[in-house]
């Protein structure tokens, strides 16, 4: 019978490393957010000629959310320098992947983002007041998203 046993703990969302195509093969920085991560599939209405009232949704293309990624500013340039690619007009694609652990470390899965670029950079905010770390952050686009270990 499906479903006995006790069901799997959830992950943790703090658990989670960035890997960025020819930076290296270590997590690049220390990402404290992740966000936007996502697909949608637009709906497209259609009624029937005649006298129907029944207006039917059939899916349409399919996007990609662009993600943020908020890091602590260090003196590493490295996401700095791709996102100047594109502003000199040189787009520097590459492949981003978002790996979530467990508590323990371990990779559980991926999502792989494919042709990502950095389409927007901010700066930490500056206070002389505050005492708390610089976070700046880069929006990332891509074409499109998998999951290695459900596809084939």
């Known amino acids: 019978m499906a479903g006995l046993g006790s069901p799997p703990n959830p992950l943790r969302s703090y ?34 000629g005649g006298n129907s009232p029944i207006t039917y949704k059939l899916p349409g293309s399919v996007t990609y959310g662009d993600i943020t990624l908020k ?11 791709w996102f100047l690619a594109g502003v000199h007009g040189r787009i520097d694609y590459r492949h981003v992947s978002v790996a979530m652990n467990d508590t323990q470390g371990q990779e559980q899965f991926r999502w792989d983002l494919i042709n990502a670029w950095p389409s927007a950079w901010t700066g930490a905010p500056l206070s002389a007041s505050a005492q708390t770390i610089a976070v700046e952050s880069v929006t990332i686009v891509y074409s499109y998203m998998k999951r290695p270990d459900l596809e084939a």
């Open 15 to 48: 658990a989670f490393k960035l890997y960025i195509s020819d930076f290296s093969d270590e997590a690049l920085a220390h990402f404290t957010d992740c966000s936007s991560l996502g697909i949608q599939v637009a709906a497209i209405k259609y009624t029937e």
């Open 71 to 81: 890091y602590g500013l260090t003196t590493n340039v490295e996401m700095y320098n």
